[in-house]
């Protein structure tokens, strides 16, 4: 079983950075993708950015150019830097991992339990 523990959250100003991690307990499967979600109120959660356990990544429109995801194999952690924040940025952020479970033939997902940013002046 895997655990996901997310960091770094908290309040900044307009053009403000913050950079969030997530750290994975357990062994990750050698194909999997560590990713980014962000769930504003009365939103749906929507996909932030994403990588591979190979380095693929994939990027929301509203934050390419202004988000990097990273991650380090080794530490099993997964981070998000946020550069130029903006008001819409503000939402709870949960670490996600995707992968597929063998023993059902299907892909599963686990969840952080979310850090909340707020972006405002």
């Known amino acids: 079983q895997v655990q996901l523990v997310e960091s770094g959250g908290g309040l900044v100003q307009p053009g403000g950075s913050l950079r969030l991690s997530c750290a994975a307990s357990?062994?990750?499967?050698?194909?999997?993708?560590l990713g980014w979600y962000r769930q504003a109120p009365k939103n749906e959660r929507e996909l932030v950015a994403t990588?591979?356990?190979?380095?693929?990544?994939n990027y929301a429109d509203s934050v390419k150019g202004r988000f990097t995801i990273s991650r380090d194999n080794a530490k099993n952690t997964v981070y998000l830097q946020m550069n130029s924040l903006k008001p819409e940025d503000t939402a709870v952020y949960y670490c996600?991992?995707?992968?597929?479970?063998?023993?059902?033939?299907?892909?599963?997902?686990?969840w952080g339990q979310g850090t909340q940013v707020i972006v405002s002046s």
């Open positions: 996600n991992y995707h992968f597929f479970q063998r023993i059902s033939s299907s892909w599963t997902d686990y």
């Open positions: 357990g062994s990750l499967f050698s194909f999997n993708a």
């Open positions: 990588i591979t356990s190979f380095g693929g990544t």
